[in-house]
């Protein structure tokens, strides 16, 4: 059975810092990209950060670059995300997402909330 669960979420005040964890199984993991997406309410879900299967590139969206940090532990099974200097307009429900292409699968979480403050 599939699983990516997801967990680090909570409320901070702007400018803290969270670091979300998403602990896979059911699957091959280093097979796959994964992915954190987020979705703010009355928004569409964007893609924030993710890390190719053997960690060696990374990509994020413009808003988050030099305050988020996306990794991966193999071994783990695992994804991270750092997330530092946080915004009010960080604020959004989290979701891990893992990916592959040949064949095509693709695995979300279920979603942690972020709440960014005062």
């Known amino acids: 059975q599939v699983q990516l669960v997801e967990s680090g979420g909570g409320l901070v005040q702007p400018g803290g810092s969270l670091r979300l964890s998403c602990a896979a199984s059911?699957?091959?993991?280093?097979?796959?990209?994964m992915s954190w997406y987020r979705q703010a309410p009355a928004k569409e879900r964007e893609l924030v950060a993710h890390?190719?299967?053997?960690?060696?590139?990374?990509n994020y969206l413009d808003s988050v670059k030099d305050r988020f940090t996306i990794s991966r532990d193999n071994a783990k099974n695992t994804v991270y995300l750092q997330m530092n200097s946080l915004k009010p307009e960080d604020t959004a429900v989290y979701y891990c997402?893992?990916?592959?292409?040949?064949?095509?699968?693709?695995?979300w979480g279920q979603g942690t909330q972020v709440t960014v403050s005062s």
């Open positions: 997402n893992a990916k592959r292409k040949y064949p095509t699968r693709e695995y």
């Open positions: 059911g699957f091959t993991f280093s097979n796959y990209r």
């Open positions: 890390i190719t299967s053997a960690g060696d590139t990374t």
